[in-house]
């Protein structure tokens, strides 16, 4: 697991330590994820993309599940220089069209 993923799953578990950027907050209303799966989710998640040297901060993209074990992408972060909050960048549903089955590879 890389270094910024197990920092954001500390963070996360420990209350007021996460931000919502409002990218995100669109986001999850477009389609129809709620804040709270997000974030119990993020335990479970599986990491797909690490960006420890992210010019705004280390962040990582991340494969969850919804209530319904449908797959969610989310982008996690952590301010430049900061070693708080965890930030859920952005959640989405993947595009099969653009990721393999499980979702773990970008189609080449």
């Not at 197990?6 to 477009?30: F, P, T």
């Not at 119990?40 to 690490?50: H, W």
Request: net charge negative; glycine share 6%.
């Amino acid at each position: 697991m890389s270094n910024t993923l197990e920092r954001i799953k500390r963070l996360v578990a420990q209350e007021g330590k996460i931000k919502i950027s409002e990218h995100g907050y669109d986001e999850l209303a477009n389609d129809d994820l709620t804040a709270r799966e997000i974030i119990e989710g993020v335990v479970d998640s599986i990491l797909l993309e690490d960006y420890p040297d992210y010019p705004k901060g280390p962040c990582v993209l991340v494969l969850q599940r919804d209530r319904n074990g449908d797959p969610i992408h989310a982008v996690w972060g952590i301010p430049k220089n900061h070693a708080q909050p965890a930030v859920l960048v952005t959640a989405y549903r993947p595009d099969p069209e653009l990721w393999d089955k499980e979702f773990m590879r970008r189609r080449q």
